[in-house]
C-alpha cells in the first residue's frame, strides 16, 4: 500500500485516547564548560519549547495521520495544563475532555538537551490515583463523551500516573465491547492484568518479562511465541503486539505471528517512539489494514520518529519518504 492509499484510508477515521497526559518541555542550548560549584556541564539555554507528551502525543500522532481524535485525560489546575490545552488546539484537536483535579498537578517532563544529546530529565508529577468521587465523574464524563464521538477504536494509554484505575478501565473496555469498537493498550506495571479481552495488547519486552517474572533467555520466535500465549491466557485479549526496542516488533494473534526486525536507523532520541506504535498500529487496523501491514507500519514509523530529537510525532513527509523504497505487505 502506498502513502497515497493510506492517506486515503486513514483519513478522518474516528479514534479516542485514554490515559495520562503530560507536558514535555525542552531547555536547548550549549555546553561549553564545567561548573565551579560541582564538576558538572553548564548549559547555555537557547531555546525553550513544549511539546504534547504521554497520551496527548498518541493524539497528535493521530491528527497528523489524518484521523478525528478525541482525547480523555486527568489535568491540574494549573499552568501546565493551560498550556497542553493550548498545544491540542494548535494541532487541530478540538474534541478534548481534560477533566481538572484541583488534588493532582499536570505531569511535567523537562529535559535538558545539548546538541540533539539530552542530558537530564527532570519530572514534576504526582503519582495518585482520582479520590472515588472524582473518579465516578470521570468515568460518566468519558463515556458521556465518547457516546457523542462515536470513535471506531479507543486506545488505552497508560504511564501510571493514575488516573487509569481498574474502575475506569472496566467501564470503558465494558463500553467498547458492546459498542463493537477496538480497543487498544500501551500498559504499565500497575494495570497491567487489568486490560482484560482487549482488541489489542502492546506492551514492551522489559514491561512484559517484568510481569510475567521471566528470565531473559536469548531472543527467538518461540520464545516471544510463549509470552503471547502466557499473556493470552491472562488476558484473553486478541492481538499482542511487542515491541522489541532496537529489534524490532513481534505480532501474534493466534493464527499468525512473525518478528519484524527494526530498520537501521541513526537514533537521535527513542522519546515518544511508543506513542507512535500505538498510534499507527491502531489506526491501520481501524481503517482495516491486516495485521502484518498495521505491525510493518506501526514498526518503520516508531522507527522514523527515533531520528529526530524530542517527542515528535510521525508525519506524512516522514512517512512518504521511508515508504517510496518499500511497501505493505499483507
Same mark, same amino acid.
Given at each position: 500500500m502506498n502513502p497515497g492509499e493510506l492517506?486515503?484510508?486513514f483519513r478522518n477515521r474516528r479514534l479516542a485516547v485514554v490515559g495520562? *497526559?503530560? $507536558?514535555?518541555?525542552?531547555l536547548i542550548g550549549s555546553v561549553d564548560r564545567i561548573s565551579p560549584e560541582a564538576p558538572v556541564p553548564v548549559l547555555r539555554?537557547?531555546?525553550i519549547t513544549e511539546h504534547a507528551g504521554g497520551a496527548a502525543n498518541v493524539a *497528535?500522532? $493521530?491528527q497528523s495521520l489524518g484521523a478525528?481524535?478525541?482525547l480523555g485525560g486527568r489535568v491540574g489546575a494549573d499552568e501546565a495544563a493551560d498550556h497542553l490545552h493550548h498545544l491540542?488546539?494548535?494541532h487541530g484537536i478540538r474534541e478534548v475532555v481534560l477533566f481538572r483535579d484541583p488534588a493532582y498537578a499536570t505531569a511535567i517532563k523537562t529535559r535538558l538537551m545539548a546538541r540533539n544529546h539530552q542530558m537530564l530529565r527532570c519530572d514534576q508529577e504526582s503519582v495518585k490515583s482520582p479520590s472515588p468521587a472524582v473518579e465516578k465523574r470521570l468515568i460518566r464524563q468519558f463515556l458521556n463523551s465518547l457516546r457523542a464521538f462515536r470513535p471506531e477504536a479507543l486506545i488505552f494509554q497508560d504511564y501510571n500516573k493514575g488516573l487509569l484505575t481498574a474502575n475506569v478501565i472496566n467501564h470503558l473496555v465494558d463500553y467498547c465491547r458492546k459498542a463493537n469498537i477496538l480497543t487498544a493498550v500501551d500498559p504499565k506495571r500497575s494495570n497491567f492484568f487489568t486490560y482484560?479481552?482487549?482488541s489489542v495488547f502492546k506492551p514492551n519486552l522489559r514491561e512484559v518479562r517484568e510481569a510475567l517474572s521471566l528470565d531473559e533467555p536469548p531472543l527467538t520466535r518461540d520464545g516471544l511465541l510463549r509470552i503471547h500465549r502466557l499473556l493470552r491466557r491472562r488476558l484473553h485479549h486478541g492481538i499482542t503486539l511487542l515491541t522489541l526496542a532496537e529489534r524490532g516488533i513481534f505480532y501474534a494473534d493466534g493464527r499468525q505471528a512473525d518478528w519484524i526486525p527494526a530498520h537501521p536507523r541513526d537514533v537521535a532520541d527513542v522519546s515518544g517512539a511508543g506513542d507512535t506504535v500505538i498510534a499507527t498500529a491502531t489506526l491501520a487496523l481501524a481503517s482495516g489494514l491486516l495485521l502484518p501491514q498495521a505491525a510493518q507500519l506501526a514498526n518503520l514509523c516508531?522507527?522514523?520518529v527515533c531520528e529526530h530529537a524530542g517527542v515528535v510525532p510521525i508525519t506524512w513527509d516522514m512517512l512518504e519518504q521511508a515508504l517510496s523504497n518499500q511497501s505493505l505487505n499483507g
Open positions: 492517506k486515503k484510508v495520562d *497526559v503530560m $507536558l514535555d518541555r525542552y539555554v537557547e531555546q *497528535v500522532n $493521530l478525528r481524535v478525541w491540542l488546539r494548535n482484560k479481552k482487549v516508531g522507527g522514523l
